[in-house]
Antibody, heavy 121, light 107 residues
Framework: QVQLVQSGSELKKPGASVTVSCKAS????????INWVRQAPGQGLEWMGW????????TYAQGFTGRFVFSLDTSLSTAYLQINTLKAEDTAVYYC??????????????WGQGTLVTVSS | DIQMTQSPSYLSASVGDRVTISCRAS??????LNWYQQKPGKAPKILIY???SLQSGVPSRFSGGGSGTDFTLTISSLQPEDFATYYC?????????FGQGTKVEIK
């Protein structure tokens, strides 16, 4: 079955970096884009951007430029989210999600299970 | 950016109730509107895409409607497993903004 499996929870100190992985299975990885979504504790969903899995070209939403990096390893069918110079406000659950696109419409399915990143000294 | 506003933010209902959640976009988005369900500690799950298309495996008590700027998600007869938070999302343009969520709790 189609699924996205993310790496486990991380506890990091301010100023450190973290990498979250998202491994796809059950479909051809390069056929569908991967999106990243953040959910701060007790808050709603915030779209961070997406990466074209065919070209590797990333697109970042406003507020996620500079410290956030999307990348791929297509040989492993895996997408990565790297966050540099971590701040306390980066504490959140990060989700990857496959984008289904048809006749111009698009939606996210499935989603990874989420990775909790906690930034604390 | 397109702003998505859901109402209510919270609702309390009983099993068997008919429930409607509204979602308003700050500009016209045609039918580019999706609905997701999220249960505590779990990832969101697609329920309805392009306003009214039911995702495979989703019970038929869920339905979506609307167009332009105003959309609805209706649960015809609320079941115990439906108590969750629901998010609308526009896919008309980037950034792919979400509504703030509607939490459906047991009365």
């Amino acid at each position: 079955q189609v699924q996205l499996v993310q790496s486990g929870s991380e506890l990091k100190k301010p100023g450190a970096s973290v990498t979250v992985s998202c491994k796809a299975s059950g479909y051809t990885f390069t056929t569908y884009a991967i999106n990243w979504v953040r959910q701060a504790p007790g808050q709603g969903l915030e779209w961070m951007g997406w990466i074209n899995t065919n070209t590797g070209n990333p697109t970042y939403a406003q507020g996620f430029t500079g410290r956030f990096v999307f990348s791929l390893d297509t040989s492993l069918s895996t997408a990565y989210l790297q966050i540099n110079t971590l701040k306390a406000e980066d504490t959140a659950v990060y989700y990857c999600a496959r984008a289904i696109v048809t006749t111009g419409y698009n939606w996210f399915d499935p989603w990874g299970q989420g990775t909790l990143v906690t930034v604390s000294s | 950016d397109i702003q998505m506003t859901q109402s209510p933010s919270y609702l309390s209902a009983s099993v068997g109730d008919r429930v409607t959640i509204s979602c308003r976009a700050s500009q016209k988005i045609s039918s580019y509107l999706n609905w997701y369900q999220q249960k505590p500690g779990k990832a969101p799950k697609i329920l309805i895409y392009t306003t009214s298309s039911l995702q495979s495996g989703v019970p038929s008590r869920f339905s979506g409607g609307g167009s332009g700027t105003d959309f609805t998600l209706t649960i015809s007869s609320l079941q115990p497993e439906d108590f969750a938070t629901y998010y609308c999302q526009q896919s008309y343009s980037a950034p792919r903004t979400f509504g703030q969520g509607t939490k459906v709790e047991i009365k």
